[in-house]
């Protein structure tokens, strides 16, 4: 029999600032050397559960803890988070958040000169470990300054370097750009198989994550395990879309082509789906659904001419850039990692400036209005929400921009409870901001600048942390103002889901300027530029190719086909 290695006994937890209990009666068990995924909607004690097993619940996140929950054989209450460091490894969402050394080397060893490592067996295990995850020509740059991707595995060399027994991941995937997202699963899987660690993954991109093989997935829905089943078990079921978490889109495309996804087998992957006439079914939905049109072009909105900038003379991330947004567009930014997608955004809100080129918007010369200025007209919402959160309680911070505003206190408080709502966060309206999960933090900011109502919005990385179900209430909002009222939102994005469903435009930036600009189907039909681009072939792109199909065609028309489905046509 399995030795157990992680167990949950009837285990609550309720945190000291919130009236309920987070997790609810939680029973389970991880065995040694299995690799399970842990999904569930935002804000359903995903996050909760992993620091119940590193320890920082109870130890250093305060609250009443009932019930056992055993780790490496210790009782996590009565030990310490640095025991528990010594067997359990943590990748956070956000790997700068654990960066504590100068360079990458000083970081990786910051565990064993704790432990008091000689000198030169530091130096032998920091070359061996930054070898195996492919780093070893970083290791004297500074993390701040790496790719998001070699921050991730320089993360992932901090915790390996301890040889611990359980390597545990909360949102992986949530700030990579789509090709790096794809290496890092495989590289997680690599570790898995290569060590004979556990790995325990905590995300609800689900489609993402089983792109490698895992042996369980635990469903976390309102504090309580709701389903412990293998993959398999989870994709031929009805449960996903009952929680808000999204099904792999290559089966939403065999559901649209009316397939019982009971009778599919090899379910797991999009490499080996199969069905009975599956190549058949699927070409003749095809043949039947519309051909996808063209939307028209709006008027010039924002036009950008000869951009140049560079945060060095060594480094010039635009050299002459030119590009012009339309006045209703819901244009997606994408490209890799490093690439300057945030910077483009930082330039035309006016947090930097350029070296050289102009910006205008609606005629008016950006250089000539302030940061505030600019505010009133391009609301801009940052991918890392702490960096725009200012008060204690999410009530105040939605309404902070109104205040400064002096907007009378009646409309205030309707545009703050109307935005609260559309984002999802009106039963936590007197919550504290420090008991909100990352993706929860997210919400609250794009929040705060939608009751501003700006011209445009410029939304970076807007799907982060979410899950489908609140993602997709967001975004049906914001296409809801961008084609009832014409406002123009620009998102940049990793997310290949949100970009074909969401935008008319695809922008993809490359080297110094623009790879291509088209729509976003057509763009995921391109392997030069995804290649380029660091984007990830979708797995509606990789079946239309594998049965024979125009990729760009059959992707348009599965997508279609869901938004009539959900109404959302």
Known sequence: MAEPIIQFDHVTFQYDSQAEPTLQDVSLTITRGEKVLIVGPSGSGKSTLGNLINGLIPHAIPGKLTGKVTVCGQDVAASSVFDLSQHVGTVLQDPDSQFV???????????????????????????????????????????????????????????????????????????????????????????????????????????????????????????????????????????????????????????????????????????????????????????????????????PLLRVQGLRFGYDKQTQIFDGLDLTINRGDMVALVGRNGVGKTTLSQLLVGFEQPQAGTMTFAGTDLASLSIKERADRIGYIMQDPNQMISKNLIRDEVGLGLDLRGVAAAERDARVDEALRICGLYEFRHWPISALSFGQKKRVTIAAILVLRPEMLILDEPTAGQDWRHYTQMMRFLERLNRKHGMTIMLITHDMHLMLEYANRTVVLGDRGILLDAQPASVLSDTAVIKAASLAETSLYQLAKRFGLDPYRFTSQVIAHERRVTGDE
């Open 101 to 299: 050394g100068l360079t990458t080397a000083e970081d990786i060893a910051f565990a064993l000169e704790n432990d008091g490592t000689a000198v030169a067996a530091m130096h032998e295990r920091v070359a061996a470990v930054a070898a195996t995850l492919g780093i070893k020509g970083q290791l004297a740059q500074s993390p701040q300054d790496l790719s998001g991707g070699q921050k991730q595995r320089t993360a992932m060399a901090g915790v390996l370097i301890d040889n611990g027994q359980v390597l545990l991941f909360d949102e992986p995937l949530a700030a990579l750009d789509p090709a790096t997202g794809k290496s890092s699963i495989e590289l997680i899987a690599d570790l898995h198989h290569r060590l004979g660690v556990t790995v325990v993954i905590i995300e609800h991109r689900l489609e993402d994550v089983l792109t490698q093989p895992v042996d369980r997935v635990l469903v976390i829905d309102n504090g309580r395990l709701i389903a412990d089943v293998t993959p398999a078990e989870l994709l031929h079921g009805t449960l996903l879309p009952q929680i808000g978490v999204r099904s792999p889109l290559y089966l939403q495309a065999l559901t649209a082509a009316g397939i019982d996804l009971a009778q599919v087998k090899g379910i797991e992957s999009v490499t080996t789906v199969a069905a009975p006439n599956l190549a058949q079914r699927l070409a003749e939905w095809s043949a039947a659904e519309a051909r996808p049109t063209k939307p028209a072009a709006g008027e």
